[in-house]
């Protein structure tokens, strides 16, 4: 019933840009943490940008300076604006969210992942 969808992913060239965006379908999205993670093959998935219910920011080093991360409440998306990009951000992307739920008269928030996206930068 409740789940975040990603798109924007692709190959483009070093140096290039691509937007990435995660709409969530169904689920209460305001003023909840929401975060980016990636993985490429043989590593571990890793934080790449984080965005507090408090509006502040939170950036893995490699991506600093390169990477927004940002939402729109009105359509129930965050984006990943990604410049810049090298090879080594090769990587499938997952968006991650906390949602709430309404069950019973009450709220219920939980987790959520997207389904992840690819993006490929050539050298």
């Known amino acids: 019933q409740v789940q975040l969808v990603e798109s924007g992913g692709g190959l483009v060239q070093a140096g290039g840009s691509l937007r990435l965006s995660c709409t969530a379908s169904g689920g209460i999205f305001s003023n909840n943490a929401m975060a980016w993670y990636r993985q490429a093959p043989g590593k571990q998935r890793e934080l790449v940008a984080r965005?507090?219910?408090?509006?502040?920011?939170n950036y893995a080093v490699s991506v600093k300076g390169r990477f927004t991360i940002s939402r729109d409440n009105a359509k129930k998306t965050v984006y990943l604006q990604m410049n810049s990009l090298k090879p080594e951000d090769t990587a499938v992307y997952y968006c991650?969210?906390?949602?709430?739920?309404?069950?019973?008269?009450?709220?219920?928030?939980?987790?959520?992942w997207g389904q992840g996206t690819q993006v490929t930068v050539s050298s």
């Open positions: 965005l507090t219910s408090g509006g502040s920011t």
């Open positions: 991650n969210a906390d949602l709430g739920e309404y069950s019973g008269g009450r709220v219920y928030v939980n987790n959520y």
